[in-house]
């Protein structure tokens, strides 16, 4: 599932499934995959010893579709569809969210996320007897009966705190930094984020392990361009979305009829950018919200350029979807983008929206290079993929449990 802008169908029908079932107890059980149904040979090794149990926190995947939840699902197809013998993985997913419908619906998410995390997923592994907990979204419990491996996608309110409420940074860094200092093993996805985490929380490199996220390759032949720039990604402050509304606008007006002008697909759900963004839409710019995985996939296919100038990323999911098919990239030139861009994305200094319109007149004015880069992003892009990162982040639980 490709990041920020995908609706969570499948996981939605799974999760009315699920309610009824005592869910702090239970995993599951009763979904019919390989990892939930422990039998004999997963429960004891070849020696007699129970095999240790891994017990994943999954209920983030059903609260977010942005890159975070992408990660979670992701994992868990490929940890479920290959199985290791001598782990048994199991998803827990808790209780589901409310609907987003205001202030007072946040605060019971607030409440119910506090609950789930520090005392319900914690009593869940005292009773299932797990050996780990692995929390993959940022934050782990505030006590656990035993290790922990925490994931750690980003510290984005450390690096740009003013794109976030004051309560939030609190309760982030609060969290985040004793979820580090407990873990016997932290996951970053990316150098940039290992390098965070190093010189804002003071984690030793010896405790973090770098397992990048990954992408699914395109399979069919390379079909024609289309004059379409790109932009996935909540419309927030920290992705400068508002800026690229506001630059394209000064390329459209300006830009020549030859080649022929690329008008803006701007897809993802609203963010605090949101007043900003709409005041600025004119012609040649469509605004979109999430969107079917089939049709993001397509937009990747056809688009000429994905714009992606955004304030600080921990890995930067599109980037890397959007180079996986051919699509050329520009990217603003800071944390990870700049390593999972590689030598193929065009990188912006200059972020105004003056500097983006100049650096898309620039871009665009050659296709034929753009196209170049975009097949040089398609090898680029080889270096990553999901089953790499499942077996990755597997040989981070066998060195949590010491094995």
Request: a positive charge.
């Amino acid at each position: 599932m490709p990041a920020d802008v995908t609706e969570p169908a499948e996981v939605t029908s799974r999760m009315s499934s699920r309610r009824s079932r005592f869910w702090p107890f239970r995993a599951d059980a009763d979904s019919g995959s390989p990892a939930a149904r422990p039998g004999p040979a997963q429960d004891h090794g070849a020696s007699g010893r129970r095999t240790p149990l891994v017990l994943v926190d999954g209920r983030m995947a059903r609260r977010r579709v942005t890159g975070i939840g992408t990660y979670v699902n992701e994992l868990r197809h490929v940890m479920e569809t290959k199985p290791a013998s001598d782990l048994r993985v199991e998803w827990i997913f808790g209780p589901p969210g409310l609907p987003r419908w205001g202030k007072v619906t946040s605060y019971g998410n607030l409440l119910l996320d506090l609950l789930w995390l520090h005392v319900l997923l914690p009593l869940a592994a005292w009773r299932r007897r797990a050996a780990l907990v692995h929390a993959p979204v940022n934050w782990g419990p505030w006590w656990s009966p035993c290790p922990t491996v925490v994931t750690i996608h980003d510290l984005s309110w450390e690096r740009v705190p003013e794109a976030f409420p004051e309560n939030f940074r609190r309760y982030a860094r609060i969290f985040a930094r004793r979820s580090v200092k407990r873990a016997a093993r932290v996951i970053a996805v990316s150098e940039s984020t290992s390098k965070d985490l190093q010189e804002i929380y003071n984690v030793p490199p010896g405790r973090i392990r770098v397992v990048p996220n990954g992408v699914h390759p395109d399979t069919r032949p390379p079909g024609p361009r289309e004059p379409i720039v790109l932009s996935v990604g909540i419309r927030e402050p920290r992705k400068r979305i508002a800026e690229l509304v506001e630059g394209h606008a000064r390329y459209w007006a300006e830009a020549p009829d030859e080649p022929p002008r690329c008008r803006l697909i701007v897809v993802g759900g609203p963010g605090g950018d949101e007043e900003r963004i709409q005041a600025a839409v004119g012609p040649g710019c469509e605004i979109r919200n999430f969107v079917r995985r089939e049709e993001l996939l397509d937009l990747y296919r056809r688009a000429t350029l994905l714009a992606y100038p955004s304030s600080y990323e921990g890995f930067g999911l599109p980037v890397v979807e959007a180079m996986a098919h051919g699509c050329p990239v520009l990217c603003a030139r800071n944390s990870s983008l700049i390593e999972i861009g590689g030598r193929s994305a065009i990188f912006l200094d200059d972020v105004t929206p003056e500097g983006i319109a100049a650096a898309l007149t620039e871009a665009l004015a050659d296709r034929d290079a753009l196209a170049a880069r975009g097949e040089a992003g398609r090898v680029e892009a080889g270096r990553y993929s999901w089953p790499a990162s499942a077996t990755a982040t597997r040989d981070v639980y066998r060195q949590a449990l010491r094995r």
